[in-house]
């Protein structure tokens, strides 16, 4: 898995750091109707505040999912749970049909230590 560290800029309105990378990962529905519903889906980054995942599972805005990273020993998984905030068809429908915005919730210091040493997401420095 290659990863690619994008670089902070003044015209980028993100305020958190991302990681590009391409990872299949597990994701879990979490809505009344649908819930416990899962999906494959293509990991294509992340950050401390959400995640761009490719899938063939048709989604809606709004809709509530769990995310399942795992750790570089592939030891255990951590679940992020958020909610889709964008959601678009995919032109490298090879990856998945949509392509979805994921807006991570409840994010505690816990997640975000996993997410800083198993995807080599730091902080972003102060200026």
Known sequence: MKKILRPHTKNNKRTNRRVVMVKSIKGRIADPIRDGEEFRAQLVNVSSTGAQIYSNKALDNNT?????????????????????????????KSMGRYAYGVNFERITPEHIKFLETNYSLSPVPEE
């Not at 999912?65 to 068809?89: F, M, N, P, Q, T």
């Open 64 to 92: 509530g999912i769990a995310l399942e990273l795992d750790s570089l020993d592939g030891s255990h998984l951590v679940s992020y749970a958020g909610k889709v905030v964008w959601a678009r068809k995919n032109p490298m």
